[in-house]
Nanobody, 116 residues
Framework: QVQLVESGGGLVQPGGSLRLSCAASGFTFSSAAMRWYRQAAGKEREWVAFITNADGRTIYADSVKGRFTISRDNVKNTVYLQMNSLKPEDTAVYYC?????????WGQGTQVTVSS
C-alpha cells in the first residue's frame, strides 16, 4: 500500500523556520520525482518545489526561491522541505507528491501557519 506521510507543520512567527518531512512507502522511492505543493484557504493548490529522482536537481517556485530548500534521503525514503524566512503568505496546507511513471501519489497534507 502506497503511503506518503507529511509531518513537521505547525504555527511559527514571521521570519521563523520549519522543516517538513514526507515519509514514503509502498513504491520505489528512489525512482520517483518528488514535489511539494501547497494550498491556502480559498485558493488553488500551487506547486512549490521539485527534486529529481536521478541527480537530485532542484527547481523552485519564484515565491519561495532563496527561502525554501527541498532535499531527499533515498535511504530513509523521505523528502524534506526546509522553510526559512517564513511569511504570512506561506500559510497553507503543504502536500507531498511522488511521480513514478505512470503513478502519481499524494500525501494527506500538513498545516503550516505563519502568524504573530
Amino acid at each position: 500500500q502506497v503511503q506518503l506521510v507529511e509531518s513537521g507543520g505547525g504555527l511559527v512567527q514571521p521570519g521563523g523556520s520549519l522543516r517538513l518531512s514526507c515519509a514514503a512507502s509502498g513504491f520505489t522511492f528512489s525512482s520517483a520525482a518528488m514535489r511539494w505543493y501547497r494550498q491556502a484557504a480559498g485558493k488553488e493548490r500551487e506547486w512549490v518545489a521539485f527534486i529529481t529522482n536521478a541527480d537530485g536537481r532542484t527547481i523552485y517556485a519564484d515565491s519561495v526561491k532563496g527561502r525554501f530548500t527541498i532535499s531527499r534521503d533515498n535511504v530513509k525514503n523521505t523528502v524534506y522541505l526546509q522553510m526559512n524566512s517564513l511569511k504570512p503568505e506561506d500559510t497553507a496546507v503543504y502536500y507531498c507528491n511522488a511521480y513514478s511513471r505512470p503513478n502519481n501519489y499524494w500525501g494527506q497534507g500538513t498545516q503550516v501557519t505563519v502568524s504573530s
